[in-house]
């Protein structure tokens, strides 16, 4: 029997008609736009340390400016995997069995231990 599902609003019908073909489109969009704000946020922050204007070691102003770009790119990264809205990805979560969001969760946790190992020895 499925569980309820409080995160999908019946009444929201902006988007009910999108493929997923489309909502991966969007994705990429959202994945590439993202990764170019945050790219263009550092270089910005960068050149505004260099004159003077903002601090040399960035801090917590240059983390905000440059992780909202970020989080935008993430949304589309999970769209592009998922062919769901985020706003679906709750619901759809919810709706796996126990065992299935353990392994998952599991891997989701532990994926960012595997990018950074790749990298260290890449670099």
């Known amino acids: ?11 929201d019908d902006v988007e009910d008609g999108a493929s997923p ?11 590439v736009g993202g990764g170019a704000g945050a790219f263009a946020a550092k270089l910005a922050s960068a050149f505004l340390a260099q004159q003077g204007l903002f601090p040399k070691h960035g801090g917590i102003p ?9 989080a935008a790119a ?8 998922t062919g769901l809205e985020i706003r679906r990805v709750p619901g759809k ?4 069995k126990g065992w299935q969001r353990g392994i998952l969760g ?3 946790a532990f ?6 190992s790749i990298g260290v020895e890449l670099f």
């Open 1 to 11: 029997m499925p569980r309820a599902n409080h995160y999908e609003d019946p009444d």
């Open 21 to 31: 073909a489309h909502i991966r489109i969007r994705g990429v969009l959202l994945l």
């Open 62 to 70: 240059a983390m905000i400016v440059i992780f909202v770009p970020v």
């Open 74 to 81: 993430l949304a589309g990264f999970i769209e592009l995997l």
């Open 93 to 96: 979560w919810d709706d796996l």
């Open 106 to 108: 599991t891997l989701i």
């Open 111 to 116: 994926s960012p231990f595997l990018f950074y």
